[in-house]
């Protein structure tokens, strides 16, 4: 007479993957940063082309918000050593903690000499602020000084040129897009990305 096999039981011991769950939500948790609203909303126009911008190397020019141009840039050494040149330039002396705040800050749209202002808020009130873009006239062209900077500053740092990218609000009148594009080929800068929105190919 054959002998009945005992069943054993299938049962699975989860407490052990349940811990590691709750460990990698709490890291995830941790190490995540809430996205800070930017300095100034852009609405950009449609695309279907997907080329991704660099990280490194690069300046964006934020223009919307009537007729407002800010100015933003990648890597905080170039940050800091821009901020050094527009300061030698406008005789505006910057202190080493506002060298390192600067650093950190996303875009901004104010003249040179009411950056320090800008600088010493916190960055939710920095969205707030109002500011009223960087001035591209033509008798006080400081867009242009720090879009030549930022060059400058970029070969030193990195030793590489850097790339510019220039995002419109769909909405915005062409002319000041225009007068962005025109300072730009004034420096040789020739090539620049357009920033855009993805959109479905269907559409």
């Known amino acids: 007479m054959a002998k009945k096999m005992s069943k054993k039981s299938t049962s699975i011991d989860m407490t052990a993957m349940c ?5 990698l939500l709490t890291f995830f948790i941790l190490t995540a940063t809430a996205k800070v609203p930017e300095a ?8 279907t082309v997907q080329t991704k911008l660099p990280e490194t190397d690069l300046a964006t020019l934020s223009i919307g918000g009537n007729k407002k141009v800010f100015f933003d840039l990648k890597g905080r050494e170039v940050r800091v050593r821009t901020l050094e040149l527009m300061g030698q330039k406008y005789n505006v002396e910057f202190s080493e903690d506002e060298k390192t705040k600067f650093a950190l800050m996303d875009g901004f749209g104010v003249p040179i ?3 320090k202002q800008i600088i010493a808020m ?3 009130d920095r969205n707030k602020a109002g500011q009223p873009g960087i001035p591209l006239d033509s008798l006080d ?3 242009k000084e720090w879009v030549y900077n930022a060059r400058i500053a970029n070969i030193e740092v990195n030793d590489k040129e850097l790339q510019i990218a220039i995002k419109g609000d769909a909405k915005e009148q062409y002319p000041i897009i225009r007068k962005v594009m025109d300072l730009l080929q004034d420096q040789n800068i020739n090539t ?3 920033v855009t929105g993805l959109r479905g ?3």
């Open 19 to 23: 811990d590691v769950a709750f460990l």
């Open 40 to 47: 100034l909303p852009v609405d950009t126009p449609s695309s």
């Open 113 to 115: 000499l009411n950056l």
């Open 122 to 124: 916190k960055a939710s």
């Open 141 to 143: 062209n400081q867009l």
């Open 192 to 194: 620049f990305s357009l």
């Open 201 to 203: 190919k269907d559409f």
